[in-house]
Protein backbone atom coordinates (compact mmCIF):
# COMPACT_ATOMS: atom_id res chain seq x y z
CA UNK A 1 0.00 0.00 0.00
CA UNK A 2 2.88 2.22 0.78
CA UNK A 3 4.47 2.00 -2.66
CA UNK A 4 1.10 2.78 -4.32
CA UNK A 5 0.81 5.93 -2.67
CA UNK A 6 4.63 7.30 -3.32
CA UNK A 7 4.09 9.72 -5.81
CA UNK A 8 0.31 11.03 -4.04
CA UNK A 9 -0.28 14.26 -2.05
CA UNK A 10 -0.22 12.27 0.81
CA UNK A 11 2.48 9.09 0.83
CA UNK A 12 4.30 6.94 3.24
CA UNK A 13 8.00 6.52 2.06
CA UNK A 14 8.40 2.24 3.25
CA UNK A 15 12.16 2.58 3.04
CA UNK A 16 11.85 5.15 5.79
CA UNK A 17 9.35 2.30 8.49
CA UNK A 18 11.80 -0.71 7.69
CA UNK A 19 12.15 -2.15 11.48
CA UNK A 20 9.41 0.30 12.81
CA UNK A 21 6.34 -1.32 11.19
CA UNK A 22 5.03 -4.89 12.96
CA UNK A 23 5.08 -7.15 9.74
CA UNK A 24 2.78 -9.57 11.74
CA UNK A 25 0.51 -7.23 13.41
CA UNK A 26 -3.06 -6.24 12.69
CA UNK A 27 -3.41 -3.05 10.73
CA UNK A 28 -6.73 -0.81 10.38
CA UNK A 29 -7.57 1.35 7.60
CA UNK A 30 -9.29 3.95 10.09
CA UNK A 31 -10.90 5.96 7.10
CA UNK A 32 -10.76 6.31 3.70
CA UNK A 33 -12.94 8.57 1.39
CA UNK A 34 -12.57 9.65 -2.36
CA UNK A 35 -9.94 12.42 -2.67
CA UNK A 36 -9.44 14.50 -6.03
CA UNK A 37 -12.23 12.34 -7.77
CA UNK A 38 -8.94 10.03 -8.31
CA UNK A 39 -8.47 8.21 -5.58
CA UNK A 40 -8.80 7.82 -1.99
CA UNK A 41 -7.41 9.56 0.77
CA UNK A 42 -7.03 6.86 3.69
CA UNK A 43 -6.11 7.40 7.37
CA UNK A 44 -4.19 3.71 8.82
CA UNK A 45 -3.57 2.86 12.06
CA UNK A 46 -0.12 0.71 12.09
CA UNK A 47 1.18 -1.60 14.40
CA UNK A 48 4.61 -0.91 15.51
CA UNK A 49 7.31 -2.73 16.77
CA UNK A 50 6.93 -3.43 20.79
CA UNK A 51 4.22 -0.28 21.28
CA UNK A 52 0.58 -1.02 21.68
CA UNK A 53 -0.18 2.58 20.55
CA UNK A 54 -0.76 2.45 16.57
CA UNK A 55 0.75 5.08 14.24
CA UNK A 56 -1.52 6.71 12.10
CA UNK A 57 -0.59 6.92 8.78
CA UNK A 58 -2.33 9.26 5.81
CA UNK A 59 -1.68 7.62 2.40
CA UNK A 60 -3.48 8.64 -0.78
CA UNK A 61 -4.19 5.60 -2.82
CA UNK A 62 -5.60 4.35 -6.12
CA UNK A 63 -9.52 3.15 -5.92
CA UNK A 64 -8.11 -0.62 -6.96
CA UNK A 65 -5.62 -0.93 -4.07
CA UNK A 66 -7.87 -0.66 -1.22
CA UNK A 67 -9.67 -3.88 -2.79
CA UNK A 68 -6.95 -5.74 -3.84
CA UNK A 69 -4.39 -5.43 -0.56
CA UNK A 70 -6.87 -5.28 2.25
CA UNK A 71 -9.24 -8.00 3.67
CA UNK A 72 -12.32 -6.88 5.28
CA UNK A 73 -13.20 -8.42 8.40
CA UNK A 74 -16.44 -8.24 10.27
CA UNK A 75 -16.77 -6.59 14.12
CA UNK A 76 -18.22 -7.61 17.40
CA UNK A 77 -20.04 -4.10 17.75
CA UNK A 78 -21.75 -5.12 20.60
CA UNK A 79 -18.42 -4.01 22.80
CA UNK A 80 -18.01 -0.86 21.18
CA UNK A 81 -20.05 1.06 23.13
CA UNK A 82 -21.46 4.12 21.86
CA UNK A 83 -19.85 5.11 18.54
CA UNK A 84 -20.35 8.77 18.25
CA UNK A 85 -18.98 9.17 21.69
CA UNK A 86 -15.78 7.00 20.62
CA UNK A 87 -15.44 8.72 17.35
CA UNK A 88 -16.05 12.43 19.68
CA UNK A 89 -13.18 11.29 22.16
CA UNK A 90 -10.76 10.61 19.23
CA UNK A 91 -11.09 13.97 18.08
CA UNK A 92 -11.41 16.19 20.77
CA UNK A 93 -8.29 14.16 22.43
CA UNK A 94 -6.49 15.50 19.38
CA UNK A 95 -8.01 19.02 19.44
CA UNK A 96 -9.66 18.78 16.57
CA UNK A 97 -13.10 19.82 17.13
CA UNK A 98 -12.83 23.08 18.35
CA UNK A 99 -16.03 24.87 17.69
CA UNK A 100 -17.80 21.76 16.11
CA UNK A 101 -20.65 20.34 17.12
CA UNK A 102 -21.31 16.49 16.36
Known sequence: MAEDSMGRDRFCNPIGLEGVIDKEGVHLLAMKFVHNDIEW???WFVKTVGKM???E???DVAFDSIYSLTKEVNVDESNLGDIDDNVSKYYTERGMLE???I
Open 53 to 55: RPL
Open 99 to 101: GVT
Open 57 to 59: IWM
Open 41 to 43: RTL
